[in-house]
């Protein structure tokens, strides 16, 4: 049996880790859509081998960025789906399609989550209001995109997310929806907060006491929020809740490449400055109104019992 993977994996790993995917939902529908084709590409007829290869093939794609937890429980989704297969005798066809099966139900069910929150959050913006969004989630422009579809009228600020611009691609999509947004510096947020009704920004993960890890820059935004009194809403699939937290452990947060913040030529000529780039940072649960998942909107302090219920605690 070749041990190596598969080109399609190599790729999905390379497209996730230098962010050409990017974003927890679509990393995680990514990563689900890798080991489904990965487990066609293996060719082996003995079971036990089947099922580590695909454990391999799981645990490569997890290494490819480490905070968005939807990346290890959509890969564990599908690498279990494959030990019951082979807990229950399966043949290495069968889990084939065992491990088909459970990566596509996997992407439907994303699908669908992003597509509930956004009727759910949706209810939560009415005519009139001002919202501020940073960075790029599908969950949180589902939420506004729903609210303008069934007819309300709004303006939306986006941060431009630096040092990635993520803010581009969502003041792109919303205007390409015909809602009217505004895009500003990150460094702006607290010059406009005071006009901003409700903030809505995506997860990258939920910690199970209810803190929200998400791009840098939305902790800042939280505190000014709560300075302002305004409301600050979370939009995010239950596959974004880290069951590691539940047992006190932190969640790790990605440190990208100084490049990214400044060129490496002008680096270069400063070889004595430093530069850190986080790119995500925690928001507390007491700086959270809400979290709008797709079973409804809990307050961060009660994700704990969501967690529960979802690891049937
Ligand atoms: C993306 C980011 C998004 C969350 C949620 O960071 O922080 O807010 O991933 O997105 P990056 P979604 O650009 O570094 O991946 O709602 O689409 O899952």
């Known amino acids: 049996m070749s041990t190596e993977f598969s080109p399609q994996l190599k790729q999905a790993f390379e497209d996730i880790k230098s962010m050409k995917v990017r974003g927890a939902g679509r990393i995680a529908r990514a990563a689900a859509a890798a080991l489904k084709n990965e487990a066609f590409y293996v060719n082996d007829d003995d079971p036990g081998k089947f099922f580590e290869r695909i454990q391999k093939a799981g645990d490569y794609l997890k290494s490819s960025r480490p905070t968005a937890v939807s990346l290890p429980n959509s890969v564990n989704t599908v690498v279990k789906s494959a030990q019951k297969g082979l807990l229950m005798k399966l043949d290495v066809n069968q889990l084939k399609e065992f491990v088909s099966k459970a990566a596509e139900d996997f992407i439907t069910k994303s699908i669908e989550a992003q597509k509930k929150i956004g009727e759910i959050g949706a209810k939560r913006i009415v005519s009139g209001d001002i919202i501020l969004t940073h960075c790029n989630s599908q ?175």
Do not use: C
């Open 139 to 313: 969950s949180a422009i589902s939420v506004i995109k729903t609210a303008f579809n069934e007819g309300k009228s709004f303006k939306v600020f986006a941060t431009e997310t630096r040092p990635r611009f993520q803010g581009r691609l969502t003041s792109a999509w919303l205007a390409d929806a015909g809602i009217d947004v505004t895009l500003i510096p990150d460094s702006a947020a607290r010059l406009y907060m005071r006009k901003v009704d409700k903030v809505v920004v995506g997860a990258d993960a939920i910690a199970a006491n209810g803190a929200v890890v998400n791009k840098i820059g939305t902790s800042t935004i939280a505190a000014i929020a709560k300075e302002s009194r305004t409301r600050v809403m979370v939009a995010a699939e239950t596959y974004k809740i880290s069951p590691q937290t539940y047992l006190g452990e932190l969640i790790e947060i990605e440190i990208r490449s100084p490049y990214e913040v400044a060129p490496r030529a002008w680096l270069e000529k400063h070889p004595k400055i430093k530069v850190l780039n986080p790119a995500f940072d925690v928001t507390p649960p007491e700086y959270i109104d809400f979290i709008i998942t797709e079973r409804g909107i809990y307050p961060p302090q009660g994700i704990i019992m969501l967690f529960k219920e979802l690891y049937e605690l």
